[in-house]
């Protein structure tokens, strides 16, 4: 990824793929297929300031997998790579 920083307390994340068929083995085609809501933490923010006036570092790190909402975040390309941002609180939890 070339040198995209986010800024605050946000977080970008790399959608991991979904499923491709059912439990009964049924494909299930590109347009029926729901996005997941796992990801992989990219690159975080250095983290929000709070009512002091310090940065407070975020809990999630790159590298995490994580849980988010189904409407989290916005999409964007980077080099060519679909890409989410979207601020820490979107996030519902670390996996693992």
Do not use: C, Y
Not at 50 to 70: S, T, Y
């Amino acid at each position: 990824m070339t040198s995209f920083r986010p800024l605050h307390d946000r977080v970008v994340v790399r959608r991991l793929t979904g499923e491709e068929k059912t439990a009964g083995g049924i494909i299930i085609p590109d347009t029926a297929k729901e996005k997941p809501m796992e990801g992989e933490v990219v690159s975080v923010g250095p983290g929000a300031r709070n009512e002091q006036g310090q940065i407070v570092a975020l809990d999630v790190k790159a590298g995490d997998r994580v849980l988010f909402g189904k409407w989290s975040g916005t999409e964007v390309k980077i080099d060519g790579e679909e890409l989410l941002i979207m601020k820490e609180s979107d996030i519902l939890g670390v996996i693992g």
